[in-house]
């Protein structure tokens, strides 16, 4: 990542964060604030280590993101094949299309009485949830992705004879791969925000539930700390995984400048 | 006789009503034959293409290929279009080899013939490249070489050379001409620009617009290789520049001549999926 980021750019982040830090640990130790309402940042460092140490931390990471990974895993396969049928065949879209246009507007958290009422108390679940998540999001990404296909394509595929389901496979979702890949990133948010919901509002390990078990003892330190492995999470899978498959596949298909 | 264009018409009906691209066109092509069709914008000269291609039906009329009647897509009648269209998530190689994968060729037989017309086209260490690396001439070679590959009975050029400069242009007629002559493949090639069309072409065949008919065909008997500064071919220009004159002024001001251009665009075949 160094090369993408002059120096110069490098250097004023860190001195904005370390300023940040040092403002906020003055801010605490100045007794404005209780400790269980304004944590300092060493309490915070000391209640990660310790996190990490005993394992907690560890597990919870664990838990959390196995039930993302499946969850997602899921919600792709079913989100590219569903994409790919409402985009070229019209019953299809008026039909189905419509009914996945009204369901995306649910936030995806909503679908969790449904899902506890339908799987009880258990992994089900919240699995459930993640992938309502991601599912609409990659559907709708993967059909636009195909109704998008430069037509351009297709005439020089029919042409050295591509036809049927080898249109589809070899040209058409080739050809949708960058909108799908950007339906997947927003699909994975989605997903991501609907499990850390899921997790706060039932008891059941993972981050969700360490973070309202910091509220619940009253450990602000364990609040904010969980807060920080959330984003740190957030922002590896989304710069380090996502945003450079993205880049290159646009570039690749001679999307960029 | 390798294309033999019978009667071929076509009509687009709209909205707005009905326009007649092309009207009775007939037309016999020899196996061999280079022919240019020649005509101002709108003519109709890109839709008697796509329906030699399969990709469009004509109204009235039919095209036979080696005596069979056309129906819809094949690897036998091949087109090029202005824009090179290979598939970027493919490399060169692999864009090649397409055609050949469509139509059953074994994969030790696609590697050998993929390479041999990537030969030809002189972009033999260009294999492992993505398209996105590739100018604009040489993706048009690549297109040139993908559409050879498949070994077809009729090539369809539909202005490739179009969107390139006029160096890039010069240097790929004479690349052309060369691949031409070593595989004698029946080409059709559609053009408006007049010295293309004479540098390149056996027969030229003159259309006018609305509705597009065939005006006059001209035989080019110049020596080859050919060259677009040589006095015989400007001389030859000449002469069919003043045929096309007044066609080149109608088009220019007619609506219609655009509409039909972006109809053409948009034909990607009929076949059902």
Redesign the interface.
Known sequence: MITHISQNTLTHKLIFFATLIAIWQIAASSGLWAEYIFPSPLSVAQTLARGFQNGTFVVGIATSLRRLLIGFGISVVIGIVSGLALGRVKLLDETFGALVLGLQTLPSICWLPLALLWFGLGEMAILFVVVMGALLAITTATEAGVKNTPPLYLRAARNLGARGWKLYALVIFPAALPEIITGMKLGWSFAWRSLMAAELLYVSLGLGHLLMMGRELNDMSQVVAVMLVIIAIGLLVDRLIFAPIETRVRARWGLTG | MKLEIRDVSKIFRSKTGTLTALDSINLDVREGEFVCLLGPSGCGKSTLLNII???DKPTRGEVRVDGKIVTR???D???I?Q?A?L???LNVFDNVK??L???GVPKPERQIIARKYLRMVHLAEFEQA???ELSGGMQQRVALA?ALA?DPAVLLMDEPFGALDAQTRDLLHDELQTIWSATRKTILFVTHNVREAVVLGDRVVVFSARPGRIKQIFTIDLPRPRQIESYAVVDCAREIMAVLKDDVLASARDADARLLQTLE?????D?V?
């Open positions: 291609a399969g990709l897509t094949g690897p009648r091949v087109m279009f824009s269209a598939f970027p998530w397409f055609g994968n469509m139509i993505s398209v996105h993908r498949t665009a948009q034909m990607v075949g076949d999926l």
